[in-house]
T-cell receptor, first 115, second 115 residues
Framework: NAGVTQTPKFRILKIGQSMTLQCTQD?????MYWYRQDPGMGLKLIYYSVGAGITDKGEVPNGYNVSRSTTEDFPLRLELAAPSQTSVYFC??????????????FGPGTRLTVL | AQSVSQHNHHVILSEAASLELGCNYSYGGTVNLFWYVQYPGQHLQLLLKYFSGDPLVKGIKGFEAEFIKSKFSFNLRKPSVQWSDTAEYFCAVNERRAAGNKLTFGGGTRVLVKP
């Protein structure tokens, strides 16, 4: 199992550009998440999905969009990049174990800089 | 809304010293509790988790944590740290009644272990 994979690892964008951060998991997990990590702030939830075709906003969704057309993939879209979106982005997934929630598994992250 | 507090932002200690990191959360209902670790340049990895049962939980690499329900706390401990424990540590809480198995993270504690 590769677990949770993310591409790209690094990216520099100009203000106003758009891009898609890719996330794929091969653990057949129903739940997937996008977080951003800023220094001293921990991780903040941007969007999450409880299954294919179902997404919902997290704590900091403004400026982002997601889709979940398959169980495996959960891309995050930035439409008009702003300097405030400079951050490290982590994708995560989780499944059920014995009918109960299990821990979230994280990808390696994408470091995004908007100039 | 749920909040998670980690009171120490930075901790510096020498090898073989004992470590204790505090974590308090605000939700009064049933919760699942987690400690994640992020080594320099790496993604988050699970150290330990508490779902139910014995409130003293043992994790990987000699870490343990104690859930004290009356204090809304889940403090992380290690009796004797090593240089390789240098990392950032995140406490996270999941409200069982909440949809989507969402986690709320604390702000993180950076631990530096001097050789």
């Amino acid at each position: 199992n590769a677990g949770v994979t993310q591409t790209p690892k690094f990216r520099i964008l100009k203000i106003g550009q758009s891009m898609t951060l890719q996330c794929t998991q091969d653990m057949n997990h129903n739940y997937m998440y996008w977080y951003r990590q800023d220094p001293g702030m921990g991780l903040k939830l941007i969007y999450y999905s409880v299954g294919a075709g179902i997404t919902d906003k997290g704590e900091v969704p403004n400026g982002y969009n997601v889709s979940r057309s398959t169980t495996e993939d959960f891309p995050l879209r930035l439409e008009l990049a702003a300097p405030s979106q400079t951050s490290v982005y982590f994708c995560a997934s989780s499944g059920l174990a014995g009918g109960s929630y299990n821990e979230q598994f994280f990808g390696p992250g994408t470091r995004l800089t908007v100039l | 809304a749920q909040s998670v507090s980690q009171h120490n932002h930075h901790v510096i200690l020498s090898e073989a010293a004992s470590l204790e990191l505090g974590c308090n959360y605000s939700y009064g209902g049933t919760v699942n509790l987690f400690w994640y670790v992020q080594y320099p340049g790496q993604h988050l990895q699970l150290l330990l988790k508490y779902f139910s049962g014995d409130p003293l939980v043992k994790g990987i690499k000699g870490f343990e944590a104690e859930f004290i329900k009356s204090k809304f706390s889940f403090n992380l401990r290690k009796p004797s740290v090593q240089w390789s424990d240098t990392a950032e540590y995140f406490c996270a809480v999941n409200e069982r009644r909440a949809a989507g198995n969402k986690l709320t993270f604390g702000g993180g504690t950076r631990v530096l272990v001097k050789p």
